[in-house]
């Protein structure tokens, strides 16, 4: 795997997966991501990020030896760099914010979408079906 997601990170992504003998949910556990995520990566959707990218090279088995530093789960934490332009940086934490808005507020999509749901829409999914046990039919 390049050090760097390059054009072809879909590929190396699911030829990954597929040697270590995971599902996309397995994989998405291993890297503490969503199963939709990886899925998404896979079908080129969207790119891993750099953290995704450095967890997924440790799970290939890749290490930071060519650079002469010992890779392992003791080393320190790099220092932290403050000269990063705000406004990458304010993009980076919205983005993050983002990604957990469902955690707090189960109708965070609704709400930060471009839709308008209407009030029995609202109490019907929210307050109705997401509280049922999940539900299967086998209609022939």
């Not at 699911?14 to 998405?28: D, E, P």
């Not at 890749?62 to 530093?69: A, K, N, Q």
């Not at 046990?133 to 086998?138: E, I, M, P």
Request: a neutral charge.
């Amino acid at each position: 795997m390049d050090r760097t997601p390059g054009p072809n990170f879909a590929a190396q992504i699911k030829q990954l997966r597929l040697r270590l003998g995971l599902t996309q949910a397995l994989l998405a556990e291993r890297l503490g991501v969503s199963f939709p995520t990886v899925n998404r990566w896979e079908n080129g959707k969207s790119a891993p990020s750099q953290l995704a990218w450095t967890k997924l090279r440790e799970l290939a088995g890749e290490t930071d030896g060519d650079r002469g530093e010992a890779s392992d789960a003791s080393h320190e934490p790099p220092p932290l760099d403050f000269t990063a332009r705000p406004e990458a940086v304010r993009a980076l934490v919205e983005g993050e914010r983002l990604s957990f808005g469902h955690l707090a507020n189960p109708a965070f999509a609704t709400e930060t979408s471009n839709i308008d749901p209407l009030p029995h829409q609202r109490i019907a999914v929210y307050d109705f079906m997401l509280r049922q046990l999940r539900q299967r039919c086998d209609c022939v």
